[in-house]
C-alpha cells in the first residue's frame, strides 16, 4: 500500500468519478455549512443540540443500513455478494457517504425547527 | 549511440558543476531526444511521467491508433456486465501536452543507426527509445479461426476488442441457455492476462448457475501445461475451485485448429492430437510480437522467450542488453510474466526513474520485481486479488485482502476502482 498516498488516492478518485468528486465535495461542504449553521441557530435559541443529533443518528444510522444493501447493486451484483467481515466493513463505509449525508441534513432540518419553536414559544410567552 | 553519450556526459558534468544532484532528484534536465514507439497503456503512461521529469527533452509517440482500450475490462464486457463504451477512450484525450504524436505505425527498428521508420515513411532518429509496441494477437495461427467468427458458431474470445467482447458474452448467454460441451484454455507462448481464460471459465459458470442451467452445460478447461495457473498457490486454489464447481480439466492440451462448420476443436497433447467436439469454446488465440519488432535485431536471440519475438529486456532495469538506449516496457518485453496493466504500472516508474537519474549523472537504482496483478473473478460479485512477483510469490497490496479468498472487495476494486487508476496511470499520477 506504500504508492497509495493521498496524491495518488485523489487522481484515481478524480479519474474515476470526474465532475461527480466535485458535485459530491460541494455537497459535503453545503451539509457541513448546515450543521454549523444549524448549530449557530440552537446555541442563539439557547436550546440544545441532543434532540436533533439524536435525530439526525437514527435517520443516519437507517440510511446507511439501507446502503449498506444497496452498494453491491452500485457494482452491478447483489446483496449477496457480500461474504466476509471485509466485504461488510467495506459495503458499511461506502454507505456511510450518502447515510451521514442524510444524517446532516437531518440534524439541519431538526436544529432550525428546534430553534424556530423555541422562538415562536418565546414570543407567545 | 556517440549523441547519447554525450548528452549524459554533459548531463552528469552539469550535474557536479552546478551542485544541483540533490536539487534534481526527481528530474533531468537533458535535452535527449526520446522516441516511445506505442501508444497504448505503457506508452502514455511513459509520455506523461517523461514529459513532467525531463522538461527540456524532445518526446515523440508513435502510434496509429486513435482509440484507447481499457484491456483489463474486456472480462466484464464478455460477463455482460459492462458494455463496449465503459473500456473505449481515445488516444487524444491522454497525450500529455508538449509530446509530439506521430500517427502512424513504426514500420522499423533501427537500433544500429538509433532509428525508427513509420509506416509512412518518415525516419526519427532517437537518443534513447522506448519500445511499448503491446503485442499481435495471431488468432491465424490457430487453424480454421478467424476474428470475424467470434460471436458465431458457439465461438468466443474476448482478447480480439471491446466489440468481440459483448459477442462473446452474447455467445455464453446462447450456450447457457441451449447447453452443451464448452471448451475453454489458452495458448502455450506468453500471453498477456492469463488469468483471463480462467475467469471466463468461472464466469461461465456463474452464469449457468444464476439460470439454473449448469446441470445443462459441461463446461472443460484445457490447460496448456500440466497446471491451470503458473504460481503454485493459485494453481492449487483453482484446481479445487474448478473439481468444486464440477469444471474438467484437461492438462498439455493446446489448441491448435477449430473447425466452426462440424463445431471441433483439434488440441496438441503429449500423445498426439485429439479433436473435441464443443457447443461452445472460448479461444485465446496465441501472442507475439508485431511483425516490426519481429523483424527487428530486439528480440530475443535464442531461450524460451526468442520464438514470439519478445523483445529481450533485462528483468530488473528493463533495459536492452545489446542496445543499452532501448528499453521494452509492457506486453512486448521479453521478461517473465509482466503482461498486464498492473506491470505497467510497475515497470514505467522503474524505467522513467532510471532514465532521469542516467540523463542527471546518478546512478540509475529503481528496479522492478515482476509485479504482476490478476483480479480473479470467479463470479459476477466476487473475486480474488491475486498479485505476484517473478518469483511468485504473492505480494499483497492491501492487508486486509486474502488474495486467495472469493471476496466482494476484491470484485469492487475490479468493478469500480481498477479504471480510475488506470487512467491515473496513463497520466502518470499512479
Known sequence: ?125 | MERRQFLVGAAALASVGLGTQAAQAQTSDSRARIVIAGAGAAGLALASRLRRAMPNATITIIDAKKEHHFQPGFTLVGAGVWSPAQVTERNVDYMPRGVEWVEAAVAEFDPEANAVVTTTGQRIDYDFLMVATGLKLNYEAIEGMDVSLIGENGIASIYAGPEQARASAAAIDRFIDTGGVGLFGRPAGEMKCAGAPLKITFITDDKARSKTRRGAVELIYNAHNPAVFSVAAVNDKVTDMFAGRDIAVNYSHVLKAIDPGAKQATYATDSGDITLDYDFIHVVPPMRAPDAVLASPLPWQDGALAADGWIEADRATLRHPRYPNVFAVGDIAGVPRGKTAASVKWQVPVVVDNLVAETAGRAPQAVYNGYTSCPMVTGIGKAMLIEFDYDGNLIPSFPFIDPLKELWVSWLIEEKGLLGAYRAMLRGRA
Open chain 1, 1 to 125: 500500500m506504500s504508492d497509495f498516498d493521498l496524491t495518488t488516492i485523489y487522481f484515481i478518485l478524480a479519474e474515476s468519478m470526474g465532475m461527480w468528486l466535485w458535485a459530491l465535495a460541494g455537497l459535503a461542504v453545503v451539509l457541513g455549512i448546515g450543521i454549523i449553521a444549524g448549530i449557530m441557530r440552537l446555541r442563539t435559541a439557547g436550546r440544545p443540540a441532543k434532540r436533533p443529533a439524536t435525530a439526525a443518528l437514527i435517520a443516519g444510522g437507517v440510511a446507511t443500513a439501507i446502503f449498506i444493501f444497496l452498494v453491491p447493486v452500485w457494482t452491478s451484483t447483489s446483496a449477496g455478494a457480500l461474504a466476509a467481515p471485509v466485504d461488510y466493513l467495506f459495503a458499511v463505509l461506502f454507505a456511510l457517504v450518502p447515510g451521514s449525508m442524510v444524517g446532516a441534513l437531518v440534524f439541519f432540518l431538526a436544529a432550525n425547527r428546534c430553534a424556530a419553536k423555541h422562538r415562536s414559544i418565546l414570543k407567545s410567552a
